[in-house]
């Protein structure tokens, strides 16, 4: 099992919450102090950062912790929160398609008769969607299963390949722990505390995070004290932190 935070973070009612976490991290629970450092920007970004239709909110939650178990792509039970990921499309069927991470995560996108599609910027079909192509796919993710809300087809996409390997992401290996290092400005924050978002800044948020460092799959989006966004990746060695501000932009991880 790699060395991460594997606790659980549960929504129960649509108004804000200060969640007090758990870390079940091999290492003590860590204050990280704020590092000098630019905005990154990553060439060739596959997921477009734009501006999405619906409301925001925040989740209250009650923190239960879990058993860690592995699942089968290495990612902790967490219980379902508001995410996403990029890869290519693999296979499809009835009730959606599968992909593959550039990190060879296998995700499968469960879809519905809300689901919404895209292609680049345009609105479009699940026709659009085609083995072989590059997805963002938004929505509630339980472990490596996400309900997908949104799939944005990437024309022209590697599926966050070319990304992955710029930021430096380090792909699940089973009985790896995590390495202790981060990339350009880290807020000031407490491990495990913050509030549980869905909507649309919690889409947005994950659209920054998985354009600049794909190949995970975030499973939740957390506003700090501060006001910057953490999205939590699982399912990979490393980062599995993404901060992004107010701006959404990302600004480091770790």
Not at 125 to 136: D, H, I, N, P
Not at 144 to 162: E, L, N, R, S, Y
Not at 222 to 251: A, M, Q, R, T
Request: proline content about 6%.
């Amino acid at each position: 099992m790699n060395d991460y935070d594997p606790t659980s973070q549960s929504s129960a009612e649509p108004a804000p919450a200060t969640l007090a976490v758990k870390a079940r991290r091999s290492h003590a629970r860590r204050f990280l102090s704020k590092k000098t450092g630019g905005l990154i920007v990553a060439a060739g970004l596959t997921c477009a950062v734009a501006g999405l239709a619906g409301g925001t909110s925040a989740s209250a939650a009650s923190v239960t912790p879990l058993d860690v178990t592995a699942t089968p792509t290495g990612g902790p039970v967490a219980d379902p929160s508001e995410g996403g990921s990029t890869g290519i499309v693999d296979s499809k069927s009835s009730t959606g398609f599968t992909f593959s991470t550039a990190t060879g995560v296998v995700v499968t996108v469960d879809v519905a008769s809300t689901t919404k599609y895209t292609k680049g910027t345009d609105r479009t079909t699940a026709k659009a969607v085609k083995e072989g192509e590059s997805v963002l796919v938004l929505g509630t993710v339980d472990s490596a299963t996400i309900a997908a809300t949104q799939v944005i087809v990437q024309p022209k996409g590697d599926g966050g390949v070319a990304a992955s390997a710029a930021a430096g992401v380090i792909p699940f290996e089973p009985g790896t722990p995590s390495p202790v290092k981060s990339v350009g400005t880290i807020p000031d924050y407490t491990e495990g505390e913050g509030t549980i978002l869905s909507g649309t800044v919690a889409d947005k948020a994950v659209k920054a995070a998985q354009a600049v460092v794909p190949g995970g799959v975030a499973n939740r989006v957390v506003e700090l004290s501060g006001g910057e966004y953490e999205v939590h990746n699982v399912s990979i060695n490393w980062p599995h932190h993404v901060f992004v501000d107010k701006d959404f932009k990302v600004i480091g991880w770790e």
